[in-house]
């Protein structure tokens, strides 16, 4: 955890098992929840548009967000969170998760084009973490009930931000998960910048 909290205390009661799991393992099983998850929510025509935001995002904050909360001891209010799949245009203030390169050298996906990212360019800024998705197909927007058998979840969509001010640079990257570790950064909430 990366904790940016002004105030460091624990308020929120702490799962000792929890403390063997990584940040990542907690993301990662999230991401493999929803892999089983969706082929059944075709059927039932909840595979994109509102029923599936309705459905991920308070399956996100309970099995991510509130897991962090057992896991380090501290209160994780859903309204003081990132909400998933959401763009946000600063993520200072607020509780996210951010990603960090395993390697110098990573592939993009920008604008449906693979490019090659050095870590070393990402100086004062970080990669932000907003949802699991494939770069082609959109689940909180149109998709064809055909396309839906073709979504994946192997790649996760992340925001480019100033490590500085928290404002986004970039929105929309995608990068395989298979590049990425991820740490939950508590923050205390600022209701100036993020109003609701």
Known sequence: MIDKRRTKESDHEIDDALQEITDTTILLNF?????????HLIPIHAFAYYAWDDIIMPLFYEMVYKTFAF????????????????TLSCYKGINHIECVPKHTSFKVLINDEW??????????????????????????????????YDVSFDLIE???VSAKTGYRSKTS??????ELEFMFVAETYDENIHIE
């Open 115 to 148: 490019i090659d990212m050095e870590k070393s360019s990402l100086e004062e800024k970080v990669l932000v973490f907003k949802s699991f998705g494939d770069g082609i197909y959109f689940v909180t927007g149109g998709l064809d009930v055909e396309d839906a």
């Open 173 to 178: 990257v995608f990068i395989n998960k298979e």
């Open 158 to 160: 992340v925001d480019i």
């Open 31 to 39: 991401q493999k929840a929803i892999v089983s998850l969706y082929p």
């Open 71 to 86: 896991k380090y001891g501290i209160d994780v209010k859903y309204n003081e969170t990132h909400t998933y799949i959401y």
